[in-house]
T-cell receptor, first 116, second 111 residues
Framework: GAVVSQHPSWVICKSGTSVKIECRSLDFQATTMFWYRQFPKQSLMLMAT?????????EQGVEKDKFLINHASLTLSTLTVTSAHPEDSSFYIC????????????FGPGTRLTVL | GQQVMQIPQYQHVQEGEDFTTYCNSSTTLSNIQWYKQRPGGHPVFLIQLVKSGEVKKQKRLTFQFGEAKKNSSLHITATQTTDVGTYFC???????????FGDGTTLTVKP
């Protein structure tokens, strides 16, 4: 089956620093990758949709200058949380899809970010 | 904005009892997907429904898509402890290119 990896699985950082999270599709090429944020016992909140080689489409209320997304290849997307603050602490999950909206989303294992 | 409402938020059942979670949208969906997230894990794809009135089965799980493509349900027959987790529906509106997740239903099963 399709496998998506995320790195790191967890990270603790100081307030004001930047953190990069990688999302890779290991055995398939993903035309689209999605980045979600999930708070404890809550649903997945879509942050942005990224297509390889083009700018990410951010959801309303998500600061694109704070959450930088780069989709450099069909197998790699990165999310950089810039100048992180404690309120950015959350579980960040990426997913990859062969065809956006009408195909399965394969989720990565998630990254737990804690900002001190 | 377009939303997908999911109920109930929590469901506690005795092992062997049935379980159903429902998703509703005020507008027509292109398709709907169902995912399961185990405690501490990430969502795992279960199934996708596309056609009006579609019914699909996976062993003890039955998935339905309403005739108007505005609602869907997941029914588990004779629950087992391995069924515990949160079940999410995710609907696609038109050619949005993205899925809108419901709030999820967390199932606990008492042995």
């Amino acid at each position: 089956g399709a496998v998506v990896s995320q790195h790191p699985s967890w990270v603790i950082c100081k307030s004001g620093t930047s953190v990069k999270i990688e999302c890779r599709s290991l055995d398939f090429q993903a035309t689209t990758m999605f980045w979600y944020r999930q708070f404890p016992k809550q649903s997945l909140m879509l942050m942005a949709t990224s297509n390889e080689g083009s700018k990410a489409t951010y959801e309303q209320g998500v600061e694109k200058d704070k959450f930088l997304i780069n989709h450099a290849s069909l197998t790699l997307s990165t999310l950089t949380v810039t100048s992180a603050h404690p309120e950015d602490s959350s579980f960040y999950i990426c997913s990859a899809s062969l065809l956006a909206g009408t195909d399965t989303q394969y989720f990565g294992p998630g990254t737990r970010l804690t900002v001190l | 904005g377009q939303q997908v409402m999911q109920i109930p938020q929590y469901q506690h059942v005795q092992e062997g009892e049935d379980f159903t979670t429902y998703c509703n949208s005020s507008t027509t969906l292109s398709n709907i997907q169902w995912y399961k997230q185990r405690p501490g894990g990430h969502p795992v794809f279960l199934i996708q429904l596309v056609k009006s009135g579609e019914v699909k089965k996976q062993k003890r799980l039955t998935f339905q898509f309403g005739e108007a493509k505005k609602n869907s349900s997941l029914h588990i027959t004779a629950t087992q402890t391995t069924d515990v987790g949160t079940y999410f529906c995710a609907g696609v509106f038109g050619n949005a290119g993205k899925s809108t997740f419901g709030d999820g239903t967390t199932l606990t099963v008492k042995p």
